[in-house]
């Protein structure tokens, strides 16, 4: 784990005040950086509801701009970012602009060569976490290789990385591959989208990598020590940035049989369960509701932890790197030590070790220890494809 002695304001969903500090500019917002390449082309956008020039969709800005609009993609959770966690997402039509919505989740991960048929260029613009198991990441990866399949222009337009200030967790084992980790890298790596596209072509990371023609408009004003509030939240379940913050480490809990709050007004800064000991514990209800529509544990009155003002500001800190005490504490109170893992824990993790090492008692630190080889040979990779001053210098 890297480390970054800073401490980062808490704030929730509000971009810093331009008197505070120098005003962070997305990609998207520099048009005259990128809209002179899309003049007589046919635009594909890939692109969800963070995906905006100030309070305006990106999708409205460039068809007010004369651009040429031909399809949408949008990733997991929808276009308008409401759609449950694997959720299927279908085709649709925008009621607004009437533009064929094509889903890029479920059976149609990757673009497929028909769809792509009536584009010139396609422009990637969705708000990342940072984090390995967040899908948005393997979207861009399926959307890069269908550009080199089909010959077309990748313009990623780059957002700042809430997670960016530091680097933790196992590396991937890539005989786990899945939609929720599919390259060699830790849980939190540390990097843009435009700077994870470019490790994937540097790296060779998907066939015929090097072919790719690919452009990234990159951020103003932001390198990897500074705070970034995301003025919109990028799913629905990470509707503050303490939820941000935190669900690095409480997105494993979705491999346990403990409830992260889907379901609750605060998603990802509450966990437990129905059969732990309610004595000196929080306790919450999961119910139905828009974005977690029949969430675990629905209806259940279960018992855990709600994370504490403090506990939110050391996870926005990063200094701590993973708070793997909090997967260490549940497994410790919970009864039927047999049932609380299931089989999705692997994919998350990205290993088989940290199961093990929760069974056999093992410290954070040890644990952590473990990681250190891999993650030094990351970072040693992950320099060299950094398009803004680092967290360490």
């Known amino acids: 784990m890297i480390r970054l002695g800073i401490c980062l304001l808490l704030v929730f969903l509000i971009p810093l005040h331009p008197s505070m500090a120098q005003r962070v500019v997305p990609g ?18 890939v692109i969800n509801q963070t995906s905006r020039v100030g309070d305006a969709l990106l999708v ?5 701009s004369g651009v040429r609009v031909t ?24 009621s607004a602009t009437g533009l064929p919505i094509v889903s890029l989740y479920g059976n149609n991960k990757k673009p497929k060569p028909a769809q792509l048929a009536d ?21 861009l990866q399926y959307v890069m290789e269908a ?6 222009q990748l313009v990623v337009l780059d957002r700042p990385n809430p997670n960016g200030h530091y680097v933790d967790g196992p590396i991937l084992d890539t005989a786990l591959r899945s939609f929720v980790g599919m390259q060699p890298i830790p849980i939190v790596y540390g990097m843009t989208p435009g700077e994870y596209a470019g490790m994937l072509v540097g790296e060779r990371w998907f066939p015929r990598a090097e072919r790719l023609n690919l452009k990234v408009i990159r951020c103003r004003n932001w390198d990897h020590t500074l705070p970034y509030a995301l003025p919109v939240p990028p799913s629905p379940n ?26 609750t ?12 000991d309610p004595k000196g514990l ?18 259940r009155l279960c018992y855990g932890r709600i994370a504490t003002h403090t506990e939110i500001q050391e996870a926005a800190n990063g200094g701590e790197g993973l708070q793997i005490g909090y997967l260490r504490d549940m497994y410790a109170r919970f009864p039927q030590k047999d049932k609380f893992f299931n089989s999705f824990f692997e994919k998350l993790a990205g290993t088989k070790a940290l199961r093990q090492q929760i069974i056999a008692g093992k410290s954070v630190s040890e644990i952590k220890l473990s990681w250190q080889p891999g993650l030094s040979k990351f970072n040693e990779i992950r320099k060299r494809y950094l398009l803004y001053p680092d967290f360490e210098k």
Request: aromatic content about 10%; glycine content about 10%.
């Open 28 to 45: 998207a917002e520099q048009m005259a950086e990128y809209l002179p390449m899309l003049k007589g082309k046919r635009v594909g956008l």
């Open 60 to 64: 409205d800005i460039l068809l007010k």
């Open 71 to 94: 399809r949408i993609f949008v990733p997991e959770h929808g276009f308008r970012g409401t759609g449950d966690a694997g959720a299927h997402i279908s085709n649709s039509r925008d």
């Open 119 to 139: 584009i010139d260029v396609l422009i990637y613009d969705l708000q990342d976490v940072g984090v390995r198991f967040y899908t948005y990441i393997s979207t």
């Open 147 to 152: 550009c080199v399949e089909s010959d077309k």
């Open 238 to 263: 990470l509707k503050t940035m303490g939820a941000v913050y935190l669900y690095p480490s409480l997105c494993l809990f979705e491999g346990t049989a403990i409830s992260v709050g889907r379901g």
């Open 265 to 276: 007004d605060k998603p990802f800064e509450q966990w437990g369960h129905p059969d732990l």
């Open 282 to 299: 929080d306790s919450f209800r999961p119910v139905s509701t828009t974005g977690a529509t029949k969430p675990p544990l629905e209806g």
